[in-house]
């Protein structure tokens, strides 16, 4: 049976009434090609959410990191050079919660130069691959809000340097949103409202988009996927790729040691034997508080969306389904009438796949310790925590020129 055939799909079913013959040839066009399967997952959205038994899990801490650098650093170094490594940025987001109707990328984070969030992370990469003589394919995951928009950014400013040959856009796989019965909400007359599926889908939207034989014909082997927030984070970080490699492990986290028991971090940690994150929320007061013998926290090393995989292994579980989480939001829709709502409330679900469960899906994970003050300055408010304040200091402190 076809969705808008469905007598419970009262959305769908008010716009066919009121939309013309052409209108309804183009709406069955969009619902066509939808996989409709995921809202079977709201009626087992708790046993997705359900966690196994954490336990902690030693980090590649900071002073080991120096100790073995010259190590790390030739074997990452080699990787680079050889073309053993790509990059993903995940740049799917609008910069609405920093008063931007635009791309989050396109924020000029400084005071007195123009200096934008996508341009210092290109000068990051760039510090990278001018040490290693060799570029490193970037890919770019936008949304089908931004994707244009991003495009059209990058074209405007040359690409920031970076050679327009080594970077590839691809938009981000979407998920219907529904109302809590499983009711399809409708975005406009001729589409269902979608949104993407989170940022587990990474990979998933790669390889729809064409980009597993780009990376196959490149000889790619290592594959670093980081959020596009953290200004100051290293991209395909020699060290980083060097440790990995050194431990024989198919991925790696860069971690940051907590702040407080409390800062709302996820936890890099095992979960069943295998490596997982207990996000904030999850963890006990008992396992945020615990501490070792020399007082550090037990839990202590926090993730900061900067990971390593081994292509291969991304490989290996892409034909895996992972687990898709259903989550409360606002969902804007038309009604039944044809008018638009846009609720001040959570008021149905999406569908999200989220990268934790991507490491959990590995057989091993280095939590590779970086220190905070040079590599993590999250914006994600105008002012108060994580925010453009606290990273513009953070900026200043490393010497960049604001």
């Not at 986290?253 to 890099?268: Q, R, T, W, Y």
Request: hydrophobic letters at 40%; one cysteine or more.
């Amino acid at each position: 049976m076809k969705i808008w055939e469905e007598e419970k799909q009262s959305y769908i079913r008010a716009a066919m009434e009121r939309n013309s013959a052409e209108e309804n040839r183009r709406l069955k066009e969009e619902l066509d090609a939808v996989d409709w399967s995921v809202l079977e997952h709201i009626y087992r959205k708790e046993t997705v959410n359900e966690r196994g038994v954490f336990a902690p899990l030693s980090a590649v801490e900071r002073a080991e990191i120096e100790s073995r650098r010259e190590e790390f650093l030739a074997l990452g170094t080699d990787a680079v050079r050889a073309g053993k490594v790509g990059a993903v940025l995940l740049a799917g987001g609008q910069g609405t919660r920093l008063g931007l109707d635009r791309p989050k990328g396109t924020l000029n984070i400084g005071i007195s130069r123009e200096l934008y969030l996508f341009e210092q992370l290109i000068c990051n990469l760039k510090e990278v691959t001018d040490a290693a003589g060799a570029f490193v394919p970037l890919y770019i995951m936008t949304s089908h809000i931004n994707d244009h928009d991003t495009q059209e950014f990058f074209a405007e400013h040359a690409y920031f340097g970076y050679p327009k040959e080594y970077v590839k856009f691809f938009t981000q796989e979407l998920e219907p949103a529904c109302d809590y019965e499983g009711r399809v909400y409708m975005e406009s007359a001729t589409k269902p409202a979608m949104s993407p599926n989170g940022n587990g889908g990474w990979f998933g939207s790669m390889v729809k988009a064409g980009l597993l034989a780009d990376l196959k014909e490149k000889g790619i082997e290592w594959i670093n996927v980081f959020a596009v927030d953290n200004c100051l984070q290293r991209i395909a970080d020699p060290l980083f790729v060097g440790a990995t490699i050194a431990y024989g492990c198919q991925s790696g986290a860069k971690v940051v040691k907590k702040a407080a028991p409390d800062e709302k971090i996820g936890v890099l940690c095992t979960e069943d034997g295998r490596p997982s994150i207990a996000e904030y929320y999850e963890m006990t007061e008992e396992m945020a508080t615990a501490r070792k013998e020399n007082g550090d926290l037990l839990y202590g090393y926090g993730v900061i969306l900067n990971y390593l995989f081994s292509e291969e292994k991304l490989e290996e579980i892409a034909d895996a389904r992972m687990p898709v989480h259903v989550v409360e939001k606002k969902i804007p829709y038309l009604d039944t009438d044809g008018s638009h709502a846009k609720p001040d409330a959570p008021n149905g679900y999406k569908f999200e796949t989220l990268v934790l469960d991507m490491v959990h899906m590995m057989d091993d994970c280095v939590p590779f310790e970086v220190e905070r003050e040079r590599e993590f300055a999250p914006i994600k408010n105008l002012h108060g925590v994580d925010s453009l304040d606290t990273a513009r200091e953070l900026l200043a402190g490393c010497g960049i020129a604001l």
